[in-house]
Each structure stands twice: as structure tokens, then as C-alpha cells.
């Protein structure tokens, strides 16, 4: 079964916004990543942030953990055209399944120029 | 980072038919993961390939219709057989990184069954 919801489903922003996307999940985690995924292509890993941290950067992404309400957040700051892309939480559950990934439902993110 | 290529990019079939994926990665890896995305939703893992050992399934998966061979370190092949519409999705592979969980995926193969 599903492990992530996404929230939004879909978000259309104009370039230089910020963007948010929330992921929700139900069982505890080992670590909860994001990816995105352009127009039905490969898969990118962006970040990952294990469940004993709160919170991680890296460069224009900034993701929050909160393991208390199983959720977590991905912040795109001054966004770019080239952002347009789903995006995908997936967790693991570590232990002797801890390569196993559960993903998330994805955001369409859309940024116009 | 693993660089990882998928063999045919995309293919339309028949049904009734089988198509078999390739999966190449550029460093020897122990686990490869498979993955279908139907259209507009997420991926759900199919099965873990293991060199030297029989795949592992996920619930809902089973090998006769999905069968997976791991002959070497570097390279995996998912079968996708007796093909129905309902098998028309975006199958991708994966390799685990070196450090943590993050994995790479390859390109995906764009699978439409007619």
C-alpha cells in the first residue's frame, strides 16, 4: 500500500515563488526521501533526511521531518522554469528492508516563465 | 552516482505478447530494484534482483508474470509477459547508492500495450 500522500496534488506557481509540497506518511520511517521525476522519465534523488534530523538544505530545496506527525516538507525557493517537474516523497523503513522504498502519490509542480 | 541505461526507451505491443527490459549500470551493484509507474500515479516496487540469487516479489507481483534474471553485477532483465493494456506503464530500474538509501533509477522504459 501506499506509504506517502502527497499534498498538493498539483501546484502552478510563476518563476521566482516559492514552492511547497507536503508529503504525509503512516508507519514509521528510517529515512524519507525526495525525487523528482521530469515528463515520465528516471527518477532524480534530490535529498534525504533521516528520521533524527529535522530538518536539511541543500542549495534552493530545504526539507523538514517531522516524525512526531509523520509528515515532511519540500521548500523550492526562488523557483525556475526548469523546476516544472512530479515530485515524490519515498520512505524506507531500515532494518533488513531498508533499501525498499514506498513512494508518495507526487505533486505536479508546474513553474511559469 | 551510478549511471544507469534501460533498453528499449519505449516500445508499443500487443497483447498477448512479451517484452523483455534491459537494465545496465555503469559499477557492479548487489541490489537492483524494479519498478512499475502506471500512468499518472507513483511507482510501486515489483520485485529486488540479487546476483546469484532468485528475485524477491512484492505482494501482488509473482513471476510468471514478471520474470527477472540478474546474471552479473552490473546487468538485470525484467520480462514483462502475456501483456494486457492494464501492463501499460513506465517500468524502471534502480540501484541502492553507497551511502544510506538514496537510489538512482534509470530512464524508464515507456511500455503501451494494445
Known amino acids: 500500500s501506499q506509504q506517502g500522500e502527497e499534498d498538493p496534488q498539483a501546484l502552478s506557481i510563476q518563476e521566482g515563488e516559492n514552492a511547497t509540497m507536503n508529503c504525509s506518511y503512516k508507519?514509521?520511517?528510517?529515512?524519507l526521501q525526495w525525487y523528482r521525476q521530469n515528463s515520465g522519465r528516471g527518477l532524480v534523488h534530490l535529498i534525504l533526511?533521516?528520521?533524527?534530523?529535522r530538518e536539511k538544505h541543500s542549495g534552493r530545496l530545504r526539507v523538514t521531518l517531522d516524525t512526531s506527525k509523520k509528515s515532511s516538507s519540500l521548500l523550492i525557493t526562488a523557483s525556475r522554469a526548469a523546476d516544472t517537474a512530479s515530485y515524490f516523497c519515498a520512505t524506507d523503513a531500515g532494518g533488513g528492508s531498508n533499501y525498499k522504498l514506498t513512494f508518495g502519490k507526487g505533486t505536479l509542480l508546474t513553474v511559469n516563465p | 552516482s551510478a549511471v544507469i541505461s534501460q533498453k528499449p526507451s519505449r516500445d508499443i505491443c500487443q497483447r498477448g505478447t512479451s517484452l523483455t527490459i534491459q537494465c545496465q549500470v555503469d559499477?557492479?551493484?548487489?541490489?537492483m530494484f524494479w519498478y512499475r509507474q502506471q500512468p499518472g500515479q507513483s511507482l510501486t516496487l515489483i520485485a529486488t534482483?540479487?546476483?546469484?540469487?532468485?528475485?524477491?516479489?512484492e505482494s501482488g507481483f509473482v513471476i510468471d508474470k514478471f520474470p527477472i534474471s540478474r546474471p552479473n553485477l552490473t546487468f538485470s532483465t525484467l520480462t514483462v509477459s502475456n501483456m494486457s493494456p492494464e501492463d501499460s506503464s513506465i517500468y524502471l530500474c534502480s540501484v541502492g547508492g553507497r551511502t544510506y538509501n538514496e537510489q538512482f533509477f534509470g530512464p524508464g522504459t515507456r511500455l503501451t500495450v494494445l
Open positions: 534482483a540479487n546476483q546469484g540469487s532468485e528475485a524477491t516479489y
Open positions: 533526511i533521516r528520521s533524527n534530523e
Open positions: 559499477s557492479q551493484v548487489t541490489m
Open positions: 508507519t514509521s520511517i528510517n529515512n
